[in-house]
């Protein structure tokens, strides 16, 4: 049976310490392997599939739907992770959380949140004899370009489908949309023109209620979520709408799966 869990990843856990290659004899259980994988560096490395293949994926949409989304792949050696943090110590120090779905019996995916509404990583898993090993890591995040309305060159590949499930393609362009237009609100707030960034959002609000184009799962919800947060606007509430925005954000990238 597929579940999903919400992990909330405590440093210096003694747990953590043992590290080493595999030798399991049985088919290791996949949550007690991560915490393991999480917390030391040793241990991750001994698991992971090098060079660490990373696909980098930015998605975008113009106001008529069509599709600016582009995808790279590079390749990380043992040596370039060596010189990053444990997992452990970037999920506390960024305030991020891991999320693990379940594919198969021999697949799971970790998805990344953090502060950044507008970004995330999943990294993908499989099982190897009785072993789990980190194969992949994808990197994504929304386009800064917001409503293109014309671009003679725009990318001509086909959508990438965010994290590791291809989701029906309406569905997944009304809510890039919605990603999009929100997206484009944190950035007048982020610049101080909040009364420019009512102004869109009051404008998103209204799509949401009104448009079949942004007839997402749960969209009147959102909807309410963003009044709250226009209310604090409103209200020279700035930093509390502001926690409302990326909230919803984090909330509908997490439904895009």
Excluded at 75 to 97: G, H, V
Excluded at 230 to 255: C, E, H, M, P, Y
Aim: include cysteine; charge should be negative; hydrophobic fraction near 40%.
């Amino acid at each position: 049976m597929k579940y999903r869990l919400i992990l909330f990843i405590i440093l210096c856990l003694p747990f953590f310490a043992n590290a080493g290659v595999c030798e399991a004899t049985e088919h290791e259980d996949f949550l007690s392997f991560f915490f393991r994988f999480s917390g030391s560096k040793n241990f991750a490395s001994d698991r992971t599939v090098y060079p660490l293949k990373v696909v980098t994926q930015v998605y975008g949409i113009d106001e008529t739907g069509n599709d600016l989304s582009v995808s790279g792949v590079s390749y990380r050696s043992k040596q370039q992770d060596a010189d990053l943090s444990s997992l452990a110590n970037l999920l506390q120090e960024e305030n991020m959380i891991a999320k693990v779905h379940e594919i198969s019996a021999k697949a799971f995916v970790v998805q990344i949140f953090g502060n950044d509404p507008d970004q995330g990583e999943t990294l993908h898993f499989s099982l190897n004899g009785n072993c789990w090993f980190l194969k992949e890591s994808r990197k994504h995040s929304l386009s800064n370009q917001h409503w293109v309305i014309q671009q003679e060159k725009a990318p001509k590949s086909p959508l990438v489908p965010h994290f590791y499930a291809k989701p029906d393609n309406q569905q997944l362009r009304a809510m890039l949309r919605v990603l999009n237009h929100l997206s484009l609100v944190r950035d007048d707030v982020s610049l101080g023109d909040i009364d420019e960034a009512m102004t869109e959002l009051s404008y998103l609000i209204d799509n949401l209620e009104a448009r079949n184009n942004y007839a997402i799962e749960g969209r009147e919800q959102v909807a309410r979520q963003l009044r709250e947060a226009l209310s604090s606007f409103n209200n020279d509430a700035i930093i509390q709408g502001s926690i409302i925005l990326g909230n919803v954000g984090r909330t509908l990238w997490g439904k895009i799966d």
